[in-house]
C-alpha cells in the first residue's frame, strides 16, 4: 500500500519555526525523489522543496531559501522539513509527495505520483 503521512503542523507566530515529517511506505521510499508543496485555498499548488533519495541533492522555491531545509532519515523513512524565520505568507497546508521517475526531482507537482493528505501551518503577525 502505497502512503506518506504528514505531521508537525501547527500555528506560530512570526520569525517562529516548525518542522514538518513526512514518514513513507517502503514502496514509497524506493522512489527516486521526495518533495514538500504546498497549497492554499483557491490558488495552484506549490513546489516548496525537493530532494534526491540517492545523493541528496536538493532544490527550493525562491520564496522559502535560506529559510527552509529538506532531510531525510532513510533508516526511518522520513522526509523532514525544517521552516525557520517563518512569515504569514508561508501559511498554507503542507504536503508530501514522491515520484518514481528517473532524473526527476523538480519543484513541479505534476512530476509527483504519490502525495500524503497534508498538514496545516498557520503563521500569525
Known amino acids: 500500500q502505497v502512503q506518506l503521512v504528514e505531521s508537525g503542523g501547527g500555528s506560530v507566530q512570526a520569525g517562529g519555526s516548525l518542522r514538518l515529517s513526512c514518514v513513507t511506505s517502503?514502496?514509497?521510499?524506493?522512489?527516486?525523489?521526495m518533495g514538500w508543496f504546498r497549497q492554499v485555498l483557491g490558488k495552484e499548488r506549490e513546489g516548496v522543496a525537493s530532494?534526491?533519495?540517492?545523493?541528496?541533492?536538493?532544490s527550493y522555491a525562491d520564496s522559502v531559501k535560506d529559510r527552509f531545509t529538506i532531510s531525510q532519515d532513510n533508516a526511518k523513512n522520513t522526509v523532514y522539513l525544517q521552516m525557520n524565520s517563518l512569515k504569514p505568507e508561508d501559511t498554507s497546508m503542507y504536503y508530501c509527495?514522491?515520484?518514481?521517475?528517473?532524473?526527476?526531482?523538480?519543484?513541479?507537482?505534476?512530476?509527483?505520483?504519490?502525495w500524503g493528505q497534508g498538514t496545516q501551518v498557520t503563521v500569525s503577525s
Open positions: 517502503r514502496v514509497t521510499y524506493s522512489s527516486n525523489c
Open positions: 530532494i534526491m533519495r540517492i545523493g541528496g541533492t536538493q
Open positions: 509527495a514522491a515520484t518514481v521517475g528517473a532524473g526527476v526531482c523538480g519543484l513541479g507537482p505534476n512530476e509527483y505520483n504519490y
